[in-house]
């Protein structure tokens, strides 16, 4: 059985580390903790690994946020990978730091990467693991908050809850959504 696990975020070092890049610095460890390595691909960075006989496919869209869509539908196809065996990593401004939540299907909620894989690959029947940045910004600077750094403090506990979604991933894959959603939602 084979996945697809996405994780969203912006290409180029001025994107690097911040709350909208959460879902490449997620996969970026899943990827690591596999021992495996990314390589440039069509329209994303690809990378193959395996964890307990399942081979799970990386993707980091090189297509920008907005165009998320495009990479998700194209790999989906190339792999032959079903929207049921499909993971976004994806940040939340609804939840609060660091709380995570695992949802087979959903709206969008706004967010653009999630609207543009609604709008190519046709639905929202597809499981999101949402992590949360919080909405700690000023009335208007949304933007800002989002394509800005973590605080220090926030930067302090990264590590630690980077490893509990590359957890939640690991399961997704082996036990199913299902459960993990039971063990693992806050």
Request: glycine fraction near 10%.
């Given at each position: 059985?084979?996945?697809?696990?996405?994780?969203?975020?912006?290409?180029?070092a001025?994107?690097?580390?911040?709350?909208?890049n959460?879902?490449?610095?997620?996969?970026?460890g899943?990827?690591?903790?596999?021992?495996?390595?990314?390589?440039?691909?069509?329209?994303?960075?690809?990378?193959?690994?395996?964890?307990?006989?399942?081979?799970i496919?990386?993707?980091?869209p090189?297509t920008?946020?907005?165009?998320?869509?495009?990479?998700?539908?194209?790999w989906?196809k190339?792999?032959?990978?079903?929207?049921?065996?499909?993971?976004?990593?994806v940040d939340?401004?609804?939840?609060?730091?660091?709380?995570?939540?695992?949802?087979l299907?959903?709206?969008?909620a706004?967010h653009?990467?999630?609207?543009?894989?609604?709008?190519?690959?046709?639905?929202?029947?597809?499981?999101?693991?949402?992590?949360?940045?919080?909405?700690?910004?000023?009335?208007?600077?949304?933007?800002?908050f989002?394509?800005?750094?973590?605080?220090?403090?926030?930067?302090?506990?990264?590590p630690?809850?980077?490893?509990?979604?590359?957890?939640?991933?690991?399961?997704?894959?082996?036990?199913?959504p299902?459960?993990?959603m039971?063990?693992?939602?806050?």
């Amino acid at each position: 059985m084979k996945f697809l696990i996405v994780g969203l975020g912006n290409i180029g070092a001025e994107y690097a580390s911040t709350r909208h890049n959460i879902g490449f610095d997620i996969a970026d460890g899943l990827v690591a903790a596999l021992e495996g390595n990314f390589e440039f691909g069509r329209l994303a960075y690809h990378a193959e690994v395996s964890h307990k006989g399942k081979k799970i496919h990386v993707i980091k869209p090189t297509t920008y946020m907005n165009l998320s869509g495009k990479a998700v539908n194209y790999w989906m196809k190339e792999l032959k990978i079903a929207p049921e065996n499909v993971l976004v990593l994806v940040d939340d401004l609804a939840l609060p730091f660091g709380k995570m939540r695992l949802k087979l299907k959903g709206s969008s909620a706004g967010h653009n990467g999630l609207k543009s894989i609604e709008e190519v690959c046709g639905g929202q029947n597809y499981a999101r693991l949402r992590f949360g940045i919080g909405d700690d910004f000023p009335k208007g600077r949304q933007v800002d908050f989002v394509l800005g750094k973590f605080d220090k403090n926030e930067q302090k506990d990264l590590p630690v809850l980077i490893n509990r979604a590359i957890t939640i991933v690991k399961s997704f894959a082996t036990i199913g959504p299902a459960m993990t959603m039971t063990q693992f939602n806050q």
